[in-house]
C-alpha cells in the first residue's frame, strides 16, 4: 500500500506551465510503476504518462506527448509532471496512482491513488 498526496495545480493561462507533485510513503516495494491520469468534468478518468520508478522507461498520452514530462525524485519519494505548452483542453482534476512493478494505461490497474489536484487552463 502507498499514500500518495497531489500537488502543484491551480489557475494558469494558454500557454503557460505548471509542474506537479506527488508525494508517496508507505510503498512495500522499491520497484513500482507511476502514473498521472486526468478526469474533466462528465469524462471518465484518462491515462496521461507513466513511469517505472528507476525511471528507465516512460510512456505518454498522444495527447501531451511533447508536452509533458514525468519524472521522479527518489531520495525525495516524488514524482513530477512537468507540463507545458498548456492548453484548455488540459484542465482536469489530476490524479497520482501506483501499481507494482509495470506500466499501465488503463485506471482499473492501478492500486493506490491520491485525492487529485485541479489544474485550470483559461484561453
Known amino acids: 500500500q502507498v499514500q500518495l498526496v497531489e500537488s502543484g495545480g491551480g489557475l494558469v493561462q494558454a500557454g503557460g506551465s505548471l509542474r506537479l507533485s506527488c508525494a508517496a510513503s508507505g510503498r512495500a516495494t522499491s520497484d513500482y510503476a507511476m502514473a498521472w491520469f486526468r478526469q474533466a468534468p462528465g469524462t471518465e478518468r484518462e491515462f496521461v504518462a507513466a513511469?517505472?520508478?528507476?525511471?528507465?522507461?516512460?510512456l505518454y498520452a498522444d495527447s501531451v506527448k511533447g508536452r509533458f514530462t514525468i519524472s521522479r525524485d527518489a531520495a525525495r519519494s516524488t514524482v513530477y509532471l512537468h507540463m507545458n505548452s498548456l492548453r484548455p483542453e488540459d484542465t482536469a482534476v489530476y490524479y497520482c496512482?501506483?501499481?507494482?512493478?509495470?506500466?499501465?494505461?488503463?485506471?482499473?490497474?492501478?492500486?493506490?491513488w491520491g485525492p487529485g489536484t485541479q489544474v485550470t487552463v483559461s484561453s
Open positions: 496512482a501506483a501499481r507494482p512493478y509495470y506500466i499501465m494505461t488503463m485506471k482499473s490497474q492501478y492500486e493506490d
Open positions: 513511469l517505472n520508478w528507476r525511471g528507465i522507461t516512460t
